[in-house]
């Protein structure tokens, strides 16, 4: 399980002005550990920083969404986290959900284990 840490304006030498978006490991044996993901920084329905804005309140994108990262900020999610294309031995979030604190404890993934071999300052291109 993770925690919802922030989004924060992120500018990457070769592709541009971007944001990052956080996520700390809450429960397990890497309890503590992050993880992130960069996106571009304008979102729109149909790229990764839309969806991960959506996501956040657990909604579809769309044209008119209205959601401000900052009130999400300490919230737990269920976040999938896997290898990075073009960049071996990296990791990033590639989606999340918002945790439903009635799941039965067997449905839960072990976010934990899913960053345990993330390497410290991960950062990824768009």
């Known amino acids: 399980m993770c925690e919802?840490?922030?989004v924060q304006p992120f500018s990457h030498p070769e592709f541009g002005?971007?944001?990052?978006?956080e996520f700390e490991v809450v429960r397990g044996k890497k309890e503590g550990a992050r993880t992130s993901r960069v996106t571009k920084d304008v979102?729109?329905?149909k790229n990764s920083a839309g969806r991960f804005l959506a996501a956040l309140d657990a909604k579809s994108p769309s044209e008119d969404m209205d959601v401000e990262p900052q009130q999400f900020v300490g919230r737990e999610y269920r976040v999938t986290v896997a290898a990075s294309p073009g960049s071996p031995g990296s990791t990033?979030?590639?989606s999340?959900?918002?945790f439903e604190e009635d799941e039965a404890p067997a449905a839960r993934p072990v976010a934990a284990a899913v960053v345990a071999d993330m390497p410290p300052g991960d950062d990824i291109p768009f």
């Open 17 to 21: 002005d971007g944001l990052r978006w």
């Open 43 to 45: 979102p729109t329905i």
């Open 4 to 6: 919802f840490v922030g």
């Open 92 to 94: 990033r979030v590639e």
């Open 96 to 98: 999340f959900a918002p």
